[in-house]
Nanobody, 128 residues
Framework: QVQLVESGGGSVQAGGSLGLSCAAS????????MGWFRQVPGKEREGVAF???????TYTDYVKGRFTISQDNAKNTLYLQMNSLKPEDTAIYYC??????????????????????WGQGTQVTVSS
């Protein structure tokens, strides 16, 4: 059983920065696709950024140039550094993981249902 535990998040003014972490524990495979989704009430969960176990990354256009996804494979920890935050970035952020796959090929990371493991979510609030 894999458990994902998120930390970070909080409240910040527009233009500020926040960092999120997601620590994975349990039976974690070295090959993986991990990423961050976000969700606001009344809307579907949307993909933000993803990273392969080999370090390949992909971002939604809404956060390119502002957010950076990274990982420490030795610590089984995923990160999301969020800079130049905007009020529209306000959401609950979830980390997600799927193992024995990359974020490409037959696996579409932009579909939340493809991920088998999820964190509990952490609130990010950006005020104008």
């Amino acid at each position: 059983q894999v458990q994902l535990v998120e930390s970070g998040g909080g409240s910040v003014q527009a233009g500020g920065s926040l960092g999120l972490s997601c620590a994975a524990s349990g039976y974690v495979y070295s090959t993986h696709c991990m990423g961050w989704f976000r969700q606001v009430p009344g809307k579907e969960r949307e993909g933000v950024a993803f990273i392969d176990s080999d370090g390949s990354t992909t971002y939604t256009d809404y956060v390119k140039g502002r957010f950076t996804i990274s990982q420490d494979n030795a610590k089984n920890t995923l990160y999301l550094q969020m800079n130049s935050l905007k009020p529209e970035d306000t959401a609950i952020y979830y980390c997600a993981a799927e193992y024995r796959t990359y974020c490409s090929g037959g696996f579409n990371p932009w579909v939340p249902e493809g991920f088998g493991h999820w964190g509990q979510g952490t609130q990010v609030t950006v005020s104008s």
